[in-house]
């Protein structure tokens, strides 16, 4: 979606095509706002790096190029896992993708066209490409049917491959003007547009993003049939007789893969997280593309569901191990908290597409929450070392589950890995977008970026230290005086609001306001949606300063979640704290932060590639002896949660009783 804009200009010249609806809003395309911050700059750069070549090497080292080398020469044995395992190549080579567009690079270019041209020798020649069946269809793993796309409802990920393998197509192509590996996508999507629809064969795919990429492919080429194909997909779900609709075990009535209805009759999110923010994202599209509106009707009600009942803190969804799934309504228990970090990605696809959608800021308030916290908490520091799941808590007891406590270099299932070799390329694509006269700036990270107007180019030039620091300075450029809307968002935690919801509150409200100035002059200004509106006739180095309170505050849960009654978490802009064992004497889970605390901030240039940190003096409960029990005060410190886990294992919390009202003795 970022990329739509020059996706479409580049292939103008060859296809002509009538697109009458699309989303009214637009993304300002990544590859026109180049970054000079010092948060988000060195990540993009150590995944290009680091991340890319350490993903490709990793691909190659377990076996996943093999499997395409010897799908090409149609013998062996399928040597990995999983039958999904090809979409680590296709993302990665997306990831690479995104890289090239901005940062050329004549190697890495060379090295994905190798692999594109093995991955073209695995296609089959009406283009079927999925490895664990072409290397030897007679003799295969449980996963899939003795036929194609069998098993696809369910445990195959057939149309997830290609899905992948579309949304990899789509980078690589806007990249490099090349359309090796675009072919190869379009001749698949053909083979599936030819298979399946109204008078062909029925299915809604197990593991949904087909929907996004055939959007994405249709976008390119204007074939309509990839884009009814995707709605088709969509619309299939829930008809399908074969499930026992009235049973509660969700892989027997369907939800389990969104399919237990009819998903215009749907209003909770369910199931697999990560499907079904895929599922989301793609019905965002498919509503954008073709003006249904009760697909738009339905993701309203399912988001304002996840916002109210089924969202942690920091952002991450899916609480429930058993199935990476999204528990209950207000099932978000801290000590089995699964928060898969693919689950964060697809839910910052969705928030995005809402947006675009409707215009309003709440959506990139929640983008932003999980961007900054329950996403980029799932990679280390070094680029290489991995959360699949994103705890809320580590104990040194039993209390912690089976929750990881120490990062990873990759997994049998390393689909997360690999996801963010393809997501934080892209974050330039979120900071702006445009809709007529209309530019809305959403994430503030330093950077220069290019706009149009009217067919006049406008720069904007944005400058701050966010996310430790709230002064925002923006330098507007037209290339020729113009009226125009500068919507500059005005985030929810600025304006007393932890969540788009009551699922979270601060606990005490701040009276301190959003100041803005334009030329140095304090202005009065309205808020639209979420945006502070500011319309004037724009020119040259014409300057707009807004000062955000970066104050400390405590974050409440609503009642309903159980195991958050009495505590607080602590926030300071966007980010969430935790507190680590190594800042703390070892230990996290004994700390009390009552209403009195009075905590500090401070710039740590030196630790954990600089963060802010939080300090306090707060009672913390000690066992002398093994039975006398007694609170002392002692030096409390909180990082951001994205940076925990990067010092070795220890104990991590994110919540804090604010009193003692019971103490349990446990016998161990």
Request: net charge negative; proline share 4%.
């Amino acid at each position: 979606m970022k990329k739509t804009s020059l996706l479409l200009t580049i292939f103008c010249s060859a296809v002509v095509f009538a697109q009458h609806s699309d989303y009214s809003i637009q993304a300002v395309d990544f590859t026109k706002v180049k970054l000079t911050d010092n948060f988000w700059l060195p990540r993009i750069e150590i995944n290009r790096t680091v991340t890319i070549p350490a993903s490709f090497e990793r691909c190659e080292s377990t076996g996943r190029v093999k499997n395409f080398v010897m799908a090409g020469e149609r013998k062996g044995k399928f040597c990995t896992h999983y039958p999904f395992d090809d979409t680590d190549i296709y993302k990665t080579i997306e990831g690479a993708s995104f890289s090239l567009a901005v940062h050329p690079d004549a190697k890495l270019e060379k090295y994905l066209d190798s692999l594109i041209k093995i991955i073209g020798k695995a296609q089959e020649p009406d283009g079927y490409l999925y490895t664990a069946r072409t290397i030897d269809p007679v003799n295969v793993g449980p996963w899939l049917g003795k036929e194609r796309w069998e098993k696809e409802r369910e445990m195959s990920h057939e149309l997830y491959n290609a899905g992948h393998l579309y949304e990899a197509a789509a980078a690589h192509y806007l990249a490099t003007k090349k359309r090796n590996l675009l072919n190869i996508a379009l001749k698949n999507a053909d083979l599936v547009c030819s298979v399946f629809g109204p008078d062909k064969k029925h299915v809604a795919p197990g593991h949904e993003i087909v929907e996004m990429g055939l959007v994405k492919l249709y976008r390119i080429t204007g074939k309509k049939e990839y884009l009814t194909t995707a709605k088709f997909f969509i619309e299939e779900r829930g008809h399908y007789n074969g499930y026992d609709k009235n049973s509660h075990d969700p892989w027997k009535n369907g939800a389990y893969w969104q399919d237990d209805k009819p998903v215009v009759e749907q209003d909770e999110a369910e199931g697999h997280a990560v499907r079904a923010g895929y599922l989301y994202s793609a019905i965002a599209d498919v509503a954008a593309l073709t003006g249904d509106d009760s697909l738009l009707h339905t993701i309203d009600k399912i988001w304002q569901n996840v916002v109210e009942k089924k969202m942690y803190v920091q952002g991450s969804v899916g609480s429930n191990g058993d199935g990476e799934r999204f528990g209950n309504n207000y099932e978000l228990p801290n000590a089995t908290a699964y928060n898969e970090t693919c689950a964060a990605i697809a839910n910052v696809f969705w928030n995005e597409r809402m947006f675009l959608l409707h215009g309003d800021s709440k959506y990139i308030d929640v983008l932003e929450k999980t961007l900054y916290n329950g996403l980029i908490s799932g990679i280390g520091l070094d680029g290489k070392s991995f959360f699949y799941t994103n705890a809320m808590q580590i104990k040194n007891s039993f209390t912690h589950g089976d929750m990881e406590a120490q990062r990873s270099g990759w997994f049998d299932c390393s689909c997360c890995p690999t996801n963010l070799v393809r997501l934080i390329p892209s974050v330039p694509g979120y900071i702006y977008a445009q809709k007529d006269e209309n530019i809305f700036i959403n994430l503030f990270i330093s950077c220069a970026a290019e706009l149009n107007i009217h067919n006049n180019p406008v720069q904007i030039l944005q400058q701050n230290n966010y996310p430790w620091d709230g002064h925002l300075v923006f330098t507007i450029n037209p290339q020729r005086s113009e009226a125009f809307n500068i919507m500059i968002r005005i985030p929810g935690w600025a304006q007393n609001k932890a969540i788009p919801s009551t699922l979270y509150q601060f606990e005490n409200p701040s009276n301190q306001q959003v100041n803005i100035k334009v030329n140095g002059q304090v202005i009065d200004y309205k808020i639209q949606n979420g945006y502070a509106l500011i319309n004037k006739t724009w020119k040259k180095n014409d300057v707009v300063e807004v000062d955000l309170p970066m104050e400390i505050r405590r974050v409440v849960a609503n009642e309903n979640l159980k195991d958050d009654i009495g505590k607080v978490a602590l926030q300071r802009g966007p980010i969430i704290y935790c507190a680590e064992g190594i800042d703390n004497n070892t230990s996290t889970d004994n700390f009390i932060i009552p209403n009195n605390a009075i905590f500090t901030s401070e710039y740590k240039a030196d630790m954990l590639n600089g963060i802010t940190i939080l300090k306090s003096d707060v009672p913390k409960v000690l066992i002398d002896n093994n039975q006398n029990i007694s609170t002392v005060k002692q030096p409390f410190m909180a990082i951001p949660y994205y940076a925990w886990a990067n010092r070795g294992k220890g104990e991590m919390m994110v919540w804090f009783p604010e009193r003692v009202n019971a103490i349990d003795i446990i016998s161990r």
